[in-house]
């Protein structure tokens, strides 16, 4: 994408980045009893300011990645089966209809969608040069590049082509293989760090699968300590439009607006320690049809801060979320070889990764004893991250490699179900569309002179 002036440029340093940036300021500001009369020499002001620097850039490349996280994951939920969205301002239900255009809100010319995914990865190749030419130090580099690669990834998970730096649109393999490149250099760079080793590792190993490019993906899962984890950090605020910078959005499409629920076809019957709901009856949803709409009022599910089994907590505005980690490892681990990848693990070893994580859900042991382990493991890693980012590319990669259609279809979920979850005697109308991926938008077409 042409770097240009997004509207609202100036929140690049958004508030999420600026109060970062401010925290970093206010501790390397500690640096200032250094240049006492004992210390005089040791640490300049200029070094001081040099640190100064680093760590705002590397806070602007984290900062704008949260924002984009932060849409995304919740819109690619809306676009799948994991949720049922429905807001007053219908054009953000196009996601949840799966009838998402190129052109107009939500997705192009009003700041949202695609303008933060792409705003994203600039701000971290941004920080990374500037950081470069500051001759930070590699661990801040590192850092600045796991995040520019993440929010690379962003792209290839989601938009059906994307261009990278003003260049023509390229198919998602190609932008996994330019994220891969990021994330090596992060590894070297990194120095053995091992919070920036495991995640440029993690986000190395998703971007195979995402490619299909088993081995690899099996190679550098194995490098990840199964017991990493890394957050996207949000901070609570009284202010309802921090959504977009500072608090968790789920906490406001569910504890002050309800808006997302889940869908009463897969959850009247359905119960799983992971993905905690009020089982009391379904709420009513806003409904821009006759029918009413209902769905099922989620709390805290496992991937987010603050779970725990059974848990009755609404999504709280500072919840983080897991969005890397040792656990997706061994998810990768386990796919790539039940599809012919060479040295991960045989079936004995994936059913017992399987077990153990069905005893999570179930709170005590609850072997699988039927025989699709592909489809076992994909329902448990729908289980451990729900909310979380990761069903939609998971959509693209099942039916794209694996001939598996797991898009919701036919009737719209939530339309006249009664408080019980049972759906109306007659269905209604209203069915979803077939977008499975995010165009370009229609504002980059007409300002890229490299896109026909």
């Given at each position: 994408?042409?770097?240009?002036?997004?509207?609202?440029?100036?929140?690049?340093?958004?508030?999420?980045?600026?109060?970062?940036?401010?925290?970093?300021?206010?501790?390397l500001?500690a640096?200032?009893?250094?240049?006492?009369?004992?210390q005089?020499?040791?640490?300049?002001?200029?070094?001081?300011?040099?640190?100064?620097?680093?760590?705002?850039a590397?806070?602007?490349?984290?900062?704008?990645y949260?924002?984009?996280?932060?849409?995304?994951?919740?819109?690619?939920?809306?676009?799948?089966?994991?949720?049922?969205?429905?807001?007053?301002?219908?054009?953000?239900?196009?996601?949840?209809?799966?009838?998402?255009?190129?052109?107009?809100?939500?997705h192009?010319?009003?700041?949202?969608?695609?303008?933060?995914?792409?705003?994203?990865?600039?701000?971290?190749?941004?920080?990374?040069?500037?950081l470069?030419?500051?001759?930070?130090?590699?661990?801040?580099?590192?850092?600045?590049?796991?995040?520019?690669?993440?929010?690379?990834?962003?792209?290839?998970?989601?938009?059906?082509?994307?261009?990278?730096?003003?260049?023509?649109?390229?198919?998602?393999?190609?932008?996994?293989?330019?994220?891969?490149?990021?994330?090596?250099?992060?590894?070297q760079?990194?120095?053995?760090?091992?919070f920036?080793?495991?995640?440029?590792?993690?986000?190395?190993?998703?971007?195979?699968?995402?490619?299909n490019?088993?081995?690899?993906?099996i190679?550098?899962?194995?490098?990840v300590?199964?017991?990493?984890?890394?957050?996207?950090?949000?901070?609570?605020?009284?202010?309802?439009?921090?959504?977009?910078?500072?608090?968790?959005?789920?906490?406001?499409?569910?504890?002050?607006?309800?808006?997302?629920?889940?869908?009463?076809?897969?959850w009247?019957?359905?119960?799983?320690?992971?993905?905690?709901?009020m089982?009391?009856?379904?709420?009513?949803?806003?409904?821009?049809?006759?029918?009413?709409?209902?769905?099922?009022?989620?709390?805290?599910p496992?991937?987010?801060?603050?779970?725990?089994?059974?848990?009755?907590d609404?999504?709280?505005g500072?919840?983080?979320?897991?969005?890397?980690?040792?656990?997706?490892?061994?998810?990768?681990m386990?796919?790539?070889?039940?599809?012919?990848?060479?040295?991960?693990?045989?079936?004995?070893?994936?059913?017992?990764?399987?077990?153990?994580?069905?005893?999570?859900?179930?709170?005590?042991?609850?072997?699988?004893?039927?025989?699709?382990?592909?489809?076992?493991?994909?329902?448990?890693?729908?289980?451990?991250?729900?909310?979380?980012?990761?069903?939609?590319?998971?959509?693209?990669?099942?039916?794209?490699?694996?001939?598996?259609?797991?898009?919701?279809?036919?009737?719209?979920?939530?339309?006249?179900?009664?408080r019980?979850?049972?759906?109306?005697?007659?269905?209604?109308?209203?069915n979803?569309?077939?977008?499975?991926?995010?165009?370009?938008?229609?504002?980059?077409?007409?300002?890229?002179?490299?896109?026909?």
């Open positions: 994408m042409r770097p240009r002036r997004a509207k609202g440029w100036e929140t690049v340093m958004n508030r999420t980045t600026r109060a970062r940036a401010i925290g970093i300021l206010l501790l500001a640096c200032d009893n250094l240049l006492s009369v004992e005089r020499g040791l640490i300049t002001e200029e070094q001081i300011k040099q640190q100064r620097l680093v760590g705002a590397v806070a602007a490349a984290e900062g704008d949260h924002i984009a996280f932060n849409w995304v994951a919740h819109s690619g939920a809306a676009a799948t089966d994991e949720m049922i969205f429905s807001h007053p301002w219908t054009p953000w239900n196009t996601y949840d209809e799966r009838i998402l255009s190129a052109t107009g809100c939500p192009d010319n009003c700041g949202f969608g695609y303008e933060w995914m792409q705003q994203a990865r600039v701000t971290g190749m941004r920080s990374v040069l500037q470069k030419t500051m001759q930070a130090s590699d661990t801040a580099i590192a850092h600045a590049l796991d995040y520019a690669a993440f929010s690379t990834v962003l792209l290839a998970d989601y938009l059906c082509q994307a261009p990278l730096n003003g260049g023509p649109a390229l198919d998602p393999p190609v932008v996994y293989d330019s994220a891969i490149t990021l994330f090596q250099e992060a590894v760079r990194a120095g053995g760090a091992t920036l080793t495991n995640l440029a590792n993690v986000g190395i190993a998703r971007s195979y699968l995402n490619k490019d088993l081995n690899h993906a190679e550098y899962a194995q490098k300590d199964p017991t990493f984890t890394a957050w996207v950090r949000y901070v609570d605020s009284p202010n309802f439009g921090d959504w977009v910078n500072k608090y968790n959005l789920w906490h406001r499409s569910t504890a002050l607006e309800f808006t997302s629920a889940l869908d009463p076809a897969e009247r019957t359905k119960r799983d320690l992971r993905v905690p709901f089982t009391d009856s379904t709420e009513g949803l806003f409904s821009p049809h006759p029918e009413a709409r209902r769905g099922y009022f989620p709390y805290t496992s991937s987010f801060e603050g779970w725990t089994p059974g848990n009755r609404t999504i709280a500072g919840a983080d979320i897991r969005f890397a980690s040792g656990l997706e490892a061994q998810y990768i386990a796919e790539a070889s039940l599809h012919g990848g060479t040295g991960g693990w045989d079936n004995a070893t994936v059913l017992t990764f399987i077990n153990a994580r069905r005893a999570v859900g179930a709170g005590a042991a609850s072997p699988y004893t039927g025989t699709d382990l592909e489809g076992e493991l994909r329902e448990q890693r729908k289980m451990d991250f729900y909310f979380a980012g990761y069903r939609m590319p998971d959509l693209i990669r099942y039916k794209k490699y694996d001939s598996v259609n797991l898009w919701p279809t036919g009737t719209i979920g939530g339309y006249g179900v009664d019980n979850g049972a759906p109306p005697a007659t269905t209604p109308p209203w979803y569309g077939n977008v499975e991926c995010w165009p370009i938008a229609q504002t980059e077409v007409i300002t890229n002179p490299n896109i026909p």
